[in-house]
């Protein structure tokens, strides 16, 4: 109806425009900025 809010799910990227997340916001995208790998080390792998 007229006064519903909008239907939504929290795995649907959702943002602004430009830094504020254009289509980022709840995806892997969103979060990779946050992120920094430091080491990889596999050992006893047989």
Known sequence: GLNTG???TEVAPFGGVKQ???GREGSQ???EEY???KAFHFGGLS
């Open 29 to 31: 995208a969103g979060i």
């Open 6 to 8: 909008a239907i939504s």
């Open 20 to 22: 504020s997340g254009l």
């Open 35 to 37: 992120l920094e790998t």
